[in-house]
């Protein structure tokens, strides 16, 4: 069974420490790999894709990597306002199909 | 900016109604999906479509059922209400692109039966 596991379940951080999220999948045929932000109450927000291992993409204070088992959400130097919930999830590969989600990392960040 | 807007925000229901949760996109995206969140254990997959009338079972259709008549609009359906159907539900949408296409969420239905 495809699954996807999140790391830590809840991060408090100080603002201006910078930490990592992690995100393992078992997906076989991984056609791409999906970082959302929740607030309370909403639906997820879109952060970025990844396609292949050893991608990178960047997006203010966030940085998500991507190798062959796991993904890496890098948090540097967080404010207040990136306490959020983080989703990672995957889409196997092959036709349009549902996203397999983690069940996120809750972070707080303290001013 | 893609948008995908959902019904209602807030929806109270008593066991055995029948319900519907209506979601629309506005960017002509083909695929439309229905997953619920529930704590502990994250975001599930409904039902989704790939196309007008087209759809397909995810890994928690019991339950539920879906209606497809125009392609901007994807309608949940819960045949019979049951509390354990107490959940947040979220509608998404994606252009189908190759190799991947992210998919776009709306703001969320709280749905509560009572």
């Known amino acids: 069974e495809d699954q996807v596991t999140q790391s830590p379940e809840a991060l408090r951080l100080q603002e201006g420490e910078s930490s990592s999220l992690n995100c393992s999948y078992t997906?076989?045929?991984?056609?791409?790999l999906f970082w959302y932000r929740q607030d309370p109450g909403k639906g997820p927000e879109f952060l970025f894709t990844l396609y292949s291992a050893g991608e990178e993409k960047e997006k203010e204070r966030l940085k998500a990597t991507l190798t062959k088992k796991e993904s890496f959400l890098h948090i540097t130097a967080p404010k207040p306002e990136d306490s959020a919930t983080y989703l990672c999830a995957a889409q196997e590969g092959g036709g349009a199909d549902g996203l397999t989600f983690g069940k996120g990392t809750h972070l707080i960040i303290q001013p | 900016d893609v948008k995908v807007t959902q019904s209602s925000r807030y929806l109270v229901k008593r066991t055995g109604e029948k319900v519907f949760l209506e979601c629309v996109q506005d960017?002509?995206?083909?695929?439309m999906f229905w997953y619920r969140q529930d704590p502990g254990l994250g975001l599930r997959l409904i039902y989704f479509s790939y196309d007008v009338k087209m759809k397909e079972k995810g890994d928690i259709p019991e339950g539920y059922s879906v209606s497809r008549e125009k392609k901007e609009r994807f309608s949940l359906i819960l045949e019979s209400a049951s509390t354990n159907q107490t959940s947040m539900y979220l509608c998404?949408?994606?252009?189908?692109?190759?190799?991947?296409?992210?998919?776009?969420f709306g703001p969320g239905t709280r749905l509560t039966v009572l």
């Open positions: 960017m002509d995206h083909e695929n």
């Open positions: 998404a949408s994606s252009l189908d692109l190759t190799p991947t296409d992210t998919q776009y």
């Open positions: 997906v076989s045929g991984l056609r791409g």
